[in-house]
């Protein structure tokens, strides 16, 4: 049996955008531009491994480990402005994020539980992409804000295992919380300076 437990936290990220402005303040504006992030990311994982006896499960190994990584990417969007005030928008990550790759030798155990076949060197990295996050946006003063947001990913395993199995892949959903600032100038050029969290 396979428990993965995977978060992120994104602790800052800076955006550069233009946008087109209407005239009239009353009506919605959209904005459309890229991003460019970096950050620090935490995942923690526990895995499982045991034999099946009258149906029930016992454990005869367990391992746990937390890693973090910092890593960079760049994301467009498109927003829409309503009163200078709220803004709702839709978010792309238009890059691959890897990991490095991870390995581990199991050696032969003297042991009843453990099957002295399974010897040999794993090796194993994990791509997200696709990470898709819708959002809200609330200006509270000046140019400070609030937002925060649903967001899904992809997140793809890739083993090379000993044992000749696989891990799987999976889409994870998630909520992002903001806190930015938000400076335009009469060109319709605006700039975003954010701290980001994904969970």
């Known amino acids: 049996m396979i428990k993965k437990i995977l978060s992120t936290m994104l602790v800052s990220s800076a955006l550069l955008v233009s946008s087109t402005f209407s005239a009239m303040s009353e009506r919605p504006t959209i904005a459309i531009g890229g991003s460019v992030n970096y950050g620090g990311y935490v995942a923690s994982g526990q895995e499982n491994e045991g ?18 990584m ?11 402005n309503m009163r200078d005030r709220l803004t709702v928008g839709v978010e792309y990550m238009a890059a ?5 790759k991870e390995s581990r030798t199991d050696n032969p155990v003297e042991s009843m539980s453990v099957s002295t076949d399974d010897v040999g060197t794993s090796s194993v990295t994990v791509q997200f992409s696709d990470m898709v996050t819708a959002y809200a946006e609330l200006r509270v003063l000046n140019g400070m804000y609030i937002k925060a947001g649903s967001m899904q990913i992809d997140v793809e395993s890739k083993e090379s295992l000993h044992t000749d199995s696989s891990y799987g892949n999976i889409t994870r959903d998630g909520i992002a919380y903001v806190l930015g600032y938000k400076n335009s100038w009469d ?6 300076a954010e701290t980001m969290m994904h969970d």
Request: charged share 20%; hydrophobic share 40%.
């Open 51 to 68: 034999t099946l006896n009258h149906s029930a499960f016992q454990a005869t190994e367990t391992s746990k480990r937390t890693a973090a």
């Open 70 to 80: 910092e890593v960079g990417y760049s994301s467009v969007f498109l927003e829409i």
């Open 96 to 100: 691959e994020v890897e990991t490095d």
């Open 187 to 192: 060109n319709g050029i605006f700039l975003k």
